[in-house]
């Protein structure tokens, strides 16, 4: 007992001699501590910076089975797109060209791409809406019997390239259609009594965007596309409007003057008729997007315009407010000039700058049609202004980007890889 007492009282002694040099010892580590924080505080702050940098820049990796990962959709990010028209149906009717389609455009650095789907007053895919209708006396099939849509989106999606569908004639449809021929009633005038104007695709009759008819049956044909097949969003232009001469047919007179207690005016673009019939076709975009988000949440509610002023005075397409009031996921403003200086003009506009703090905004591009090629030079400059100004673009149209062009294949090629040197993949969301 004594010696253990003797033991215990030497350590005490040990114990009690080494603390102050204990002491000292954990005060010199925690004083070096602090001089390399006070050194490394400044590099974990870059670090930090960086980090953030690279998690916005992320590009979604591929899965094993060829798709990409469920990730949501990242704003503002950058579309590089290509619209595909009915000039380019010998490509979307051929498997094997859709895969070099396809092929071309991802090593290209492209990310979207818009398919027609509803043209002329007939959809571009079996459906059974336009068959109940009576409207659809045939139906677009791929040269070995396939849905050509369901074909692209999903040779599309294997690389990574989004699919939205594009609505291009809105409410627009050929005289000659069975949807006019079929429908009489359904198709809005002018104050003379006459139902037709002009158009990029010749003469056309407008469906009234007001009439409860009309409204339904274009809502079952965009819901049919959205849910048959598995797009990315769906898109809508500057035809899911009404030209502001139209809206003098008896039910729309009717129902303005059931409001207002007055006759629509003489003058088709008098202030206060010009907003109350494009507030109505507002109306009906807000239902249509509810309709979609309800099918589809992550669907991409897209619009593709006119430059504002435009569109507003003369097509009572009010898109400014369907920003504002959240129903638009993404914008892409078709601003077809040759001139660069009226190009930069456009897409310099102060709508465009809203839109683009929002969402993801884009200029569409004229790339050429059958019979009036553009210069790669012309297509360039104006990428690069859009670029400059953060905003995307998305070229009209597919076979133009080569085809029937001034320059040589392989030129027009090398040219469009030089517009995207490296990869802008946009996040799909299942």
Known sequence: MVSRFNRKSEQWRVW???APFKFMKSLFIIQ?????????FPILILISFFTVLLVDSFTPAITEG???????QIPRQEIRGVWMTTNDFDTLKDRSKVQDAVNQLRRLNFNTIYPVVWNSGYVMYPSAIAQRAGIQP???KGSEGHDILADLINQAHRKGLLVIPWFEFGFMAPPTSELALNYPDWFTQKRDGSQTSISAAGEVMWLNPFLPQVQQFITNLVLETVTQYNADGIQFDDHMSLPEE???DQYTVALYTKETKNAPPKNSQDAAW?????DKITAFMVQLNKAVKQRKPQAIFSVSPNYYDFAYKFHLQDWLSWIRQNIVDELIVQVYRPNLQSFVANISRSEIQEAQKIIPTGIGIMTGLRNNPVPMQQIKSQVRAAQERGLGVTFF???SLWNDALESLNERQVGFGSLFPSPALRARVE
């Open 32 to 40: 070096s501590w602090r001089r390399l924080l006070k050194y490394l």
């Open 274 to 278: 010009v907003k109350w019939r494009a």
């Open 246 to 248: 139209f809206g003098y």
């Open 397 to 399: 149209y597919y076979e």
């Open 16 to 18: 009690v001699a080494n």
């Open 66 to 72: 060829g798709g990409f990962s469920a990730i949501a």
């Open 138 to 140: 045939f139906v677009y």
